[in-house]
């Protein structure tokens, strides 16, 4: 098994100003893959600039030749099948194929509400859970079937057609991302790999240690759910989203070669760092991240 580096680049930065730069950059540091989030705006960022997922990957295959690309992560919040397969299959055909699809429940902030009418309701955590447990089925039919007739509870979809498909057969990969028991099971039957940020309620108060011994126990809950299903839990990609866990891998390139040692221990074959942004949640030293890009796996021998 072997361990790849990622990097996150946020939909902060114009495109011509300094966006297509850090993608271009990504590329040039030689990481496997560069995702962005999928959201209309996040947390500390809402008041500043925040741009598209699916026109900034669209941009970012124009300018980039070999590096993989993809949402980390799209969610039903307010996304629909019908419509985020078309503009997938687009993505693939204009990258040639470099498109992976993170995808999750989603959560409660502005992706929740944005599109709610006065005085509605955000989804409840299950309301969540079932519109994905209806959502990554339909997506995966829409990917892989040149038309998709279908009516759900949720969605519906009427001779939806999506020819010529995708470049990557059958479809391109899903890394699906989930925590609880019934994301577990939509990843071992739909995800080509699963993806988590660790326990949440660690990040302020837990430890490094806290936050090893309950991602095994996610670990453990992902390889019940394969085994539920009749597949084979090492044919999953297992990728790790830094920056929500008690450690700070990006504090210096030791930090970092520890905390990749660790996880990769645990099974993970990707580990993904973000791109630093000054003044932020994800302010870090730009020459610790270049050289992590550059040597970090060697460092660890892998």
């Given amino acids: 098994m072997?361990?790849?580096?990622?990097?996150?680049?946020?939909?902060?930065?114009?495109?011509?100003?300094?966006?297509?730069?850090?993608?271009?950059?990504?590329?040039?540091?030689?990481?496997?893959?560069?995702?962005?989030?999928?959201?209309?705006?996040?947390?500390?960022?809402?008041?500043?600039p925040w741009f598209g997922a699916v026109p900034t990957l669209t941009a970012a295959a124009t300018a980039t030749t070999r590096l993989r690309?993809?949402?980390?992560?799209?969610?039903?919040?307010?996304?629909?099948?019908?419509?985020?397969?078309?503009?997938?299959?687009?993505?693939?055909?204009v990258s040639d194929g470099r498109i992976t699809l993170g995808i999750g429940a989603g959560g409660n902030g502005f992706d929740a509400t944005t599109l709610r009418r006065s005085g509605e309701e955000p989804w409840t955590p299950r309301e969540r859970a079932d519109h994905f447990d209806e959502f990554v089925p339909l997506l995966d039919r829409l990917l892989r079937e040149p038309s998709v007739t279908y009516e759900g509870t949720f969605y519906a979809a009427n001779e939806a057609r999506n020819v010529p498909g995708c470049v990557?057969?059958?479809?391109?990969?899903?890394?699906?991302?989930?925590?609880?028991?019934?994301?577990?099971?939509?990843?071992?039957?739909?995800?080509?790999?699963?993806?988590?940020?660790?326990?949440?309620?660690?990040?302020e108060t837990?430890?490094?240690?806290?936050?090893?011994?309950?991602?095994r126990k996610q670990i453990a809950k992902l390889d019940a759910a394969c085994e539920a299903v009749g597949r084979d839990a090492s044919e999953l990609d297992r990728i790790l989203l830094t920056g929500f866990t008690p450690d700070r891998p990006l504090?210096?390139?030791?930090?970092?070669?520890?905390?990749?040692?660790?996880?990769?221990?645990?099974?993970?074959?990707?580990?993904?760092?973000?791109?630093?942004?000054?003044?932020?949640?994800?302010?870090?030293?730009?020459?610790?991240?270049?050289?992590?890009?550059?040597?970090?796996?060697?460092?660890?021998?892998?």
């Fill in 69 to 93: 690309l993809g949402t980390l992560v799209t969610s039903p919040n307010f996304r629909h099948p019908v419509t985020l397969a078309k503009d997938l299959i687009t993505l693939d055909d």
């Fill in 168 to 203: 990557q057969r059958p479809r391109l990969p899903f890394a699906v991302a989930a925590t609880g028991p019934r994301g577990m099971k939509l990843a071992a039957r739909y995800g080509q790999a699963w993806v988590t940020t660790g326990d949440p309620k660690l990040y």
């Fill in 2 to 48: 072997s361990l790849r580096l990622s990097t996150v680049i946020l939909p902060v930065d114009r495109w011509h100003a300094a966006s297509r730069a850090k993608w271009q950059r990504a590329e040039e540091l030689g990481f496997h893959a560069a995702y962005t989030y999928d959201h209309l705006s996040w947390r500390s960022f809402r008041d500043g």
């Fill in 251 to 302: 504090q210096s390139f030791d930090a970092f070669v520890d905390f990749a040692g660790t996880h990769f221990e645990l099974g993970f074959t990707e580990i993904v760092v973000h791109a630093p942004i000054p003044d932020s949640d994800f302010a870090a030293d730009e020459k610790v991240y270049e050289r992590i890009a550059t040597e970090g796996l060697a460092q660890l021998g892998r």
């Fill in 206 to 215: 837990g430890t490094p240690e806290q936050s090893v011994a309950a991602i």
